[in-house]
C-alpha cells in the first residue's frame, strides 16, 4: 500500500472507533466523538504542511512557488467533497419525507443503472462514457435510498437530520472553496502575472462557491423550518450540477489552468506531501461538519414550538 494512503486508513479506523464508541455509550451521539479525528486531523495537517514547506523537494518548473499547492489542491479537493456530502444530505432529507417509498425507488434507480453499465461495455468513444455516467449515478442512487431506508428504519434518521449535515457540509464548503479562490490568486501572480483573469477553470471555481454561498443566504431568509428545508435542499442539488462542470472544466476548454495532476506527472516525494494534506483537511472537515452539525441541531430545537400539556382527564 502507497504510504500515503497509510494516513488515511489510520484516520477512518479511528473515524470508525470514535463513532462506534458515541453510539455504544450511553445518551448514543451526544457524545462528542468527533473530536478524536478532529485531533488526529490537526496532528497530521501540521506534519503535511510542514513537508510541504521543508521536506518536499521543489518544482521543476515553479520552484518553491509551487508549496502553496500543498494547501491549494487539498482545499479545492475537499470542497468539491464538502459540496457532495451536502448534495447527497439535501437528496436523502428530501426523500425521507416519504420514507416508504424508498425500497422501491432503490429497486427502480438499480436495475437501470446496472443495465447502462452493460451497455457501456459494448459501446464506445463518448457513447460509453455517457451510459457509464448515468449507469453510475443511478447505481449510487439506488445505494442511497437502501441507506436511507436503513438509517430511518435502525436509526431514526429523519429530513431534519440530513439538512442540518447539508447545511454545515456547504457552508464548510464555502469556506474551503474561498480558500482555495485566495490560494489560486496568490499562486497565479508570480506565475501567470495575474491575480485573476475570467478563465473557465477559475470562472467555474468562483460560480462553484457562489452558488452555494446562494444556497446558504437562501436558508437565513426562510423563517419556516418546513419551507426552509425544502427549498434549501432544491437548491443545493441545483448548485450542484456545476461540480462536474468545474472539475472538468481543464479537459473541455483552453485554459491557463494545468490539467490535474496525477503520480506519473509528479515525483513520488511530492505526491505524498500532497495525498497527507489532502486527508489532513478531510478529516478536519468531518470534525467541522460534525461541530457545524451540532449547532445546526441545537438552533433547531431552540426554534421548534414547546410541547403542547396532556389534555385533562374528563370525569
Known sequence: MP??????VVGLFIFALTA???????????????????????????????GGLYLAPPDTWMADVARILYVHVPAAWISMVAFTWAFAAAFG???LERPKSLPVLSAATAVPGIGLIGLAMALTGVQRGLAAFFGILLILTAVECALLW?????FNWTSDTLDHI???????????????LFLGSVFSRPTFNVYWTWDPRLTASAVMVLTFVGVSLLRSSVDDPITRRTWSNVATILAYINIPV??????????????????DTLSSDMTFWLRLNAWAFLFLSIWFVAR??????????????????????IP
Open 150 to 154: 436503513i438509517g430511518n428504519r435502525f
Open 93 to 95: 432529507a428530501l426523500m
Open 246 to 263: 468545474t472539475y472538468m472544466s481543464v479537459k473541455w476548454w483552453r485554459t491557463i489552468h494545468q490539467l490535474q495532476s496525477t503520480p
Open 3 to 8: 504510504a500515503g494512503y497509510i494516513f488515511g
Open 292 to 313: 457545524r452539525w451540532r449547532i445546526a441541531r441545537a438552533r433547531a430545537l431552540a426554534e421548534a414550538p414547546p410541547e403542547l400539556p396532556p389534555a385533562p382527564e
Open 20 to 50: 462506534l464508541a458515541a453510539t455504544l455509550r450511553p445518551g448514543g451521539v451526544r457524545a462528542n466523538w468527533e473530536h478524536g479525528i478532529g485531533l488526529y486531523a490537526l496532528g497530521l495537517l501540521v506534519y503535511g504542511q510542514y
Open 166 to 180: 447539508s447545511e454545515a457540509s456547504t457552508e464548510v464548503g464555502v469556506v474551503l472553496g474561498v480558500l482555495l
